[in-house]
């Protein structure tokens, strides 16, 4: 567990001044933040922490999902960020939420992957979560741990239905 977490000291997500892509998806879930589902206010929730803490440049470029019925990691947005991500175009991605990434813990686990290969700092606005601190880094490491279990349980049911 701490592998990730010493590794991903030496990385773009301690750079003082960034990067930062937003990253948005309209959502009909229905919770205690109901009244951020659609992707002007995850927006604005997004940019606040942004004017906040002054240590981002903002991308220009829109990251929003807007296909309320699109599930899973194929939504246009998502890929075009992993797209500028793996360019090197984005430091940091602030979301409002991690069900506003992904549903699964699966997906979700996908997703903290590859910012983490590409030392890509993620800030979840509405959960006060942020991987440039070690709280929030052990989080994200705890969110990849339980997808990689997930993923395991998923595959030895599946194997075991086989039989």
Known sequence: MSEHIEK?????IW?????CAIYTRATTVFGEDSKIKDNESQRTKCEAIINMKGKFV?????????????DGLDRPALQE??????????????????DILATSLKNLGEIIK????????????GQG??????SGRHMLQYVEELALLESGKNKKVSQEQDI
């Open 8 to 12: 991903s000291n030496k990385g773009s």
């Open 114 to 125: 590859v910012f983490r290969e590409h030392d890509v700092r993620i800030i979840v606005a």
């Open 15 to 19: 750079k003082e001044r960034g990067t």
């Open 129 to 134: 979560i942020d991987s440039s601190k070690l």
């Open 81 to 98: 960020l992993f797209n500028d991500i793996k360019l090197g175009k984005v430091d940091t991605v602030i979301v409002y939420a991690f």
């Open 58 to 70: 903002p991308l220009s470029k829109r990251y929003d999902d807007t296909e309320v019925d699109i």
